[in-house]
């Protein structure tokens, strides 16, 4: 360790750290004070974050710098702040980064509870922003109100990477017990139990967040001691419709599939997680759904009992495969459904769900509008079209809650597949190449053509083989 | 400066031009060898001719093991490594056996230490392939970086706050940030003998201005080397990086 003591946090006013003019203290956390600061041409405004030295815990303070300044740099995209600089850790320890203009989803629990709509609406914004990071290879491990953003555009963005995890780099904080300060009713189970570094433990304290919105009030309260926070181990919180009649069956279930103590029995990815929190309608319900009070006192009492005479382990397996567990769409044709391309496309899509044992499908149809008709028609219509969609699927074989159905109307089919997959979260869409009857047709011109080339994400275009030309001499 | 960090090349020639052409490309300026130039491979002497034109422009080279055992007229003390000894001491000439004799096994160069095996009584070749073996080299190092090899496989330890040694499985290719307020113990891996059902060559990179540690991975014509090894007459068993 260096012998060098960094110098105090307190910065003054029109102090010029490096590069950096210092402006006024914007937030003076227990971890590290926030400060405004100008000169470098960004383009965006920046923050300055410098780790308080004379906290309880220096070495703490330190450490959460440490792990930040590591793992920030390396982070892209929408939701997270844009690093820009940080400072030498033995001189002068500091990381410079975007500030994020919006409002912190701290500042919105005074309004709890929630409409069922806007806990959705955010919940699945939170959704988007963590499997954005699971992607990257890294786990928040400190989700809380205090550390998500709201954009005005309704983006979350995520802060705070003090305590968070990178599969590429060496963990400072493994074998550490340390918790931040307003963390302990977010915190999972697992990680209570000292393991680090599994997505899903992000995705429970997702649950913890929805709960919140939608009840206004904390799962698992606010636990001051280690038995109290232990209770999440065996404990059933009560369910959120018994607080809120606001919450429907589908939101419970998606609440409380987050809060499932075991992380195998939660969902096992963000992206699965946005897109049910999108599509209430589609939510598979189970038990969890119809919940109207937790776990009768025997229940409890044996859980109880079982996590005080075993000693409880945390869990061997930690999810670390990111991409295992892909979002798929297929875009099939409900208009012609005698479509050469239909069992071809069925087999593909077959072909690629064997290859995850975890994937969601997701099954979308875009249809016309249809010209003037009364309402009663085009529901009678929309109908008609999901119900051929569910054939299509029959021989697939698949659980209810892989699968979802969706019957888009649209006049540019190309279009609304790529944004409904932009928005799911999709990993791969699987649809047809043009007919061969349809060769005239320029393939530029094709949806699989316009979807290839405008899709964020992968596009496996399915086309019926040909039969081969053979040469007949004359 | 960008130190490239070479490890058990163990006669293999064609690794060993693929991870100088590797560390060459990504910017290396400065070589460390940390031992182990020759035993099981078929080209020794050209190894260590390589090495000692790299020592001659300033790179800097440790003495491992099996350097050792070549050098002098003892038996191997592994079991396995008994045959390779006795040819390699036939395919070396006396000049190449008095210079690997010569090595130091430990050098230390401001805040690096270059170990072949532990910097703690580096001349028993103990193995670092737990914490507490990594905190003990790292003990005796007394510097920020210590750099080894002697393991086959990959690896970095790193110090926890608490003065415990903690180990973490690199990444190939990614950069790791390794600030010099902690202590660190990396095994940089085998550039001749992989042994992680990998046969591609192992190595590091090390940016001491950015304090950044990369391990790499380099593929190469590992077929070529292990039929070299098979017209040599070596013994199959040595055929680590081709299985």
């Not at chain 1, 490096?18 to 405004?45: C, I, K, M, N, S």
């Not at chain 1, 220096?58 to 390396?74: D, K």
């Not at chain 2, 490594?81 to 001491?89: C, E, F, G, K, N």
């Not at chain 2, 950044?212 to 014509?221: C, E, G, H, N, W």
């Amino acid at each position: 360790m260096s012998d060098r003591r960094p110098v105090t946090e307190r910065r003054m006013p029109g102090e010029l750290i490096d590069d950096f003019l210092v402006w006024e203290v914007l937030h003076p956390g227990a971890q590290g004070v926030v400060y405004r600061v100008t000169g470098r041409d960004t383009g965006f405004p920046l923050l300055m974050k410098v780790p308080r030295f004379q906290s309880a815990d220096p070495a703490e303070s330190l450490l959460n710098y440490e792990t930040e300044a590591m793992i920030l740099p390396v982070l892209s995209g929408p939701h997270v702040p844009r690093f820009v600089a940080a400072g030498d850790i033995r001189r002068l320890p500091y990381l410079v980064f975007e500030q994020i203009k919006g409002q912190s989803l701290e500042s919105q629990l005074v309004r709890c509870p929630l409409s069922a709509v806007e806990v959705s609406t955010i919940g699945a914004a939170i959704a988007d922003a963590l499997h954005s990071l699971h992607r990257q290879d890294a786990v928040h491990c400190d989700l809380k109100p205090d550390n998500v953003i709201l954009r005005p555009t309704g983006e979350a963005v995520l802060i705070d990477f003090g305590l968070a995890w990178h599969a590429r780099f060496p963990d400072m904080l493994a074998e550490e017990q340390w918790f931040a300060a307003g963390s302990a009713p977010y915190l999972s189970p697992e990680q209570l139990l000292g393991v680090r570094g599994d997505p899903r433990s992000d995705l429970f304290s997702l649950g913890v967040i929805l709960y919140e919105l939608a009840t206004g009030e904390l799962p698992f309260g606010m636990p001051a001691s280690k038995g109290g926070l232990r209770q999440r181990l065996w404990m059933d919180p009560d369910p959120p419709s018994l607080l809120s009649p606001e919450v429907r069956p589908g939101l419970q279930e998606i609440i409380l599939r987050c809060l499932e103590p075991q992380p195998e029995h939660r969902y096992q990815s963000a992206a699965h997680v946005a897109f049910d929190l999108r599509h209430p309608d589609q939510v598979q319900l189970t038990s969890r759904a119809f919940k109207k009070e937790p776990a009768g006192f025997f229940t409890q009492t044996r859980r109880w009992w079982k996590a005080q005479v075993s000693p409880i382990r945390p869990p061997t397996r930690v999810k670390r495969d990111f991409d295992a567990v892909p979002v798929v769409m297929v875009a099939v044709d409900t208009t012609h459904a005698d479509d050469e391309r239909q069992p071809v496309i069925q087999r593909a899509t077959r072909q690629v769900l064997s290859l995850s044992d975890e994937f969601r499908l997701v099954c979308v149809s875009v249809v016309k509008a249809a010209p003037l008709g009364s309402d009663d028609t085009a529901t009678a219509e929309h109908l008609d079209h999901l119900v051929r969609l569910r054939d299509w699927t029959a021989p697939l074989g698949l659980p209810a809650q892989r699968l979802s159905l969706h019957v888009i109307v649209a006049a540019d089919p190309s279009a609304a597949l790529v944004e409904f997959a932009r928005q799911n979260n999709v990993d791969l869409i699987v649809l047809g190449a043009p007919r061969p009857t349809q060769q005239a047709l320029a393939w530029w011109r094709s949806v699989a053509s316009s979807v290839t080339a405008n899709a964020h994400c992968s596009v496996h275009v399915v086309r019926v083989p040909e039969p081969r030309q053979v040469a007949v001499p004359a | 400066m960008l130190l490239a960090l070479l490890a058990d090349l163990h006669g293999n020639l064609e690794a060993l031009h693929a991870c100088l052409k590797h560390a060459r490309d990504s910017g290396a300026t400065k070589y460390a060898f940390l031992g182990d130039f020759v035993g099981y491979g078929a080209d020794p002497a050209a190894v260590v001719e390589i090495v000692q034109d790299h020592v001659a422009r300033g790179a800097i080279a440790v003495q491992g093991n099996h350097d050792a055992w070549v050098a002098q007229s003892g038996r191997a003390i592994s079991p396995g490594a008994q045959d390779s000894i006795l040819w390699t001491r036939e395919a070396l000439s006396r000049d190449a056996k008095a210079w690997l004799s010569s090595l130091p096994l430990c050098l230390r160069e401001e805040a690096v230490c270059f170990v072949h095996a532990s910097a703690s009584t580096p001349e028993r070749w103990d193995y670092i392939e737990d914490p507490a073996a990594a905190k003990q080299s790292a003990d005796a190092a007394g510097v920020p970086w210590t750099f080894s090899g002697h393991v086959h496989r990959q690896m970095l330890f790193f110090e926890t706050p608490a003065g415990k040694m903690s180990s973490f499985s690199p990444v190939p290719g990614s950069a790791v940030p390794v600030r010099r307020n902690r202590r660190w113990v990396a095994i940089v891996g085998s550039a001749g003998q992989p042994r992680e059902r990998n046969p591609a060559a192992a190595y590091a990179l090390f940016d001491p201005e950015r304090e950044t540690l990369t391990f790499q991975r380099v593929p190469y014509d590992h077929l070529k080397a292990a039929q070299k090894i098979r017209a040599a007459g070596l013994p199959d068993l040595l055929l680590w990086s081709s299985r």
